[in-house]
């Protein structure tokens, strides 16, 4: 884009708001937050305009929201929404996780 930011606001990974450039991680830090969302009912960043929704961003810490979830999927969570992006699942890890969840309940 025209401002160095990828992606939509509220789901953007630091290091993109960072101007970083997207990678798979960031794409699945954003899908932690699609799914955070989906489980808590909730939008994780809630920023009510742009300096509001980068400094949530760049801010962001993942332990109090996936606090809220059921604990199995907290660990899956946590890594997925890490600030660091070598530190996150990757998005078969995520997936591979989420199914033996499912299957295991």
């Known amino acids: 884009t025209s401002s160095g930011l990828w992606g939509t606001l509220g789901y953007l990974a630091p290091e993109l708001a960072r101007g970083g450039t997207p990678t798979s991680a960031s794409d699945a830090f954003a899908i932690g937050l ?14 009510s305009n ?35 992006p070598e530190e996150r699942l990757s998005m078969s890890q995520l997936l591979t996780q989420l199914n033996a969840l499912a299957t295991s309940h």
């Open 50 to 84: 742009v300096l509001e929704i980068l400094h949530q961003v760049e801010e962001f810490e993942p332990a109090p929201l996936i606090a809220k979830l059921p604990q199995p999927l907290q660990a899956a969570l946590g890594y997925t929404l890490s600030v660091r």
């Open 34 to 47: 699609i799914i955070y969302e989906m489980l808590a009912g909730e939008r994780a960043i809630t920023g």
